[in-house]
């Protein structure tokens, strides 16, 4: 499975993503500019659609392209579909 392949490369995004999440905490409570912080949660999200798409590629790989079960492939493609526009929203 690609999350468990890609499980470093992950969990280091993920980090990233709290460590900026958490200077963000800290500009709000330290009454920053509005300018730093919407810089600040830019790249937050910048981060988070980083993440995404990586375990969409890792997901479409693994589970539709690699896929020899039509079936299964076609289950796999249905679930990335549903997940991508609920992320859109």
């Not at 079936?71 to 859109?88: F, W």
């Amino acid at each position: 499975m690609h999350t468990i392949n890609d499980k470093a490369k992950l969990l280091a995004r993920v980090r990233r993503i709290q460590g900026q999440a958490t200077a963000l905490e800290k500009q709000l409570d330290q009454g920053e500019d509005c300018t730093a912080i919407l810089q600040q949660i830019a790249a937050i999200r910048g981060a988070v659609n980083g993440l995404m798409s990586a375990v969409i590629e890792g997901h479409l790989t693994d589970h539709v392209v690699n896929e020899s079960d039509q079936t299964q492939r076609h289950k796999d493609i249905d679930i990335v579909l549903q997940v991508i526009k609920s992320y859109l929203k």
